[in-house]
């Protein structure tokens, strides 16, 4: 394997995302998004490079609340895995949270071991203080509906787990 790098996204890697992240959604792995979605999300995503130029992995960083941002759609190509992408991507996103002021990152996963050697732990039945709760609760996005665990999204949600890791 040659060397890759990390780079924000910009809108002409959106194709390639979605290309990166279609197999993964077939396999209700990730789930499904338009690609005005992503365009309008590009500024969340850093994407990973091979030495030829080439996509090979994608992960995003979407803020929630004044402490709280999500890791979303963090993906590396079938050929590269294994190989420290997603934990170079995911250290860029740890190192985007804590120049935006976070404290706190969420994560929703089958991916609990990988997550886990990150810090990430287990949410078990932690939530949020009733005021903000009842903020957030207004938000139309399906990220946040899945951070209070609504039982509106809790079929998209079966079989994740919900993570959370406090930046240092
Ligand atoms: C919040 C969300 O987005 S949830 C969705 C999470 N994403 C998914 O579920 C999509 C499907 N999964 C994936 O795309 C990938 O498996 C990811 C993104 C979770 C991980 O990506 P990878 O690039 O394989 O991760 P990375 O290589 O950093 O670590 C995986 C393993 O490779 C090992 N590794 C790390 N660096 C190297 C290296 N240079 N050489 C060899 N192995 C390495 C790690 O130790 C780890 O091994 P372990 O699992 O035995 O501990």
New binding site residues.
Partial sequence: MQGYSVRRARTSDVPRIQAL?EP?IQEG??LGKDRVVFYEAVQEFRVAEDAEGRLI?C??LHVMWEDLA????????AD???????????DRLEADARELGLSRLF?????V???S?HSFVDMGSETVDPAVYAELVRSHDEGVAEFLDLARVKPNTLG?TRMVKRLA
């Fill in positions: 992240v993964l792995i990730l992995g992960g995003a999500e890791v979303r759609t963090l993906a590396v190509s590269w895995l294994g190989h420290g992408v997603g934990h170079a991507l995911l994560c929703l996963t089958f991916e071991p990988f997550f050697r994740n």
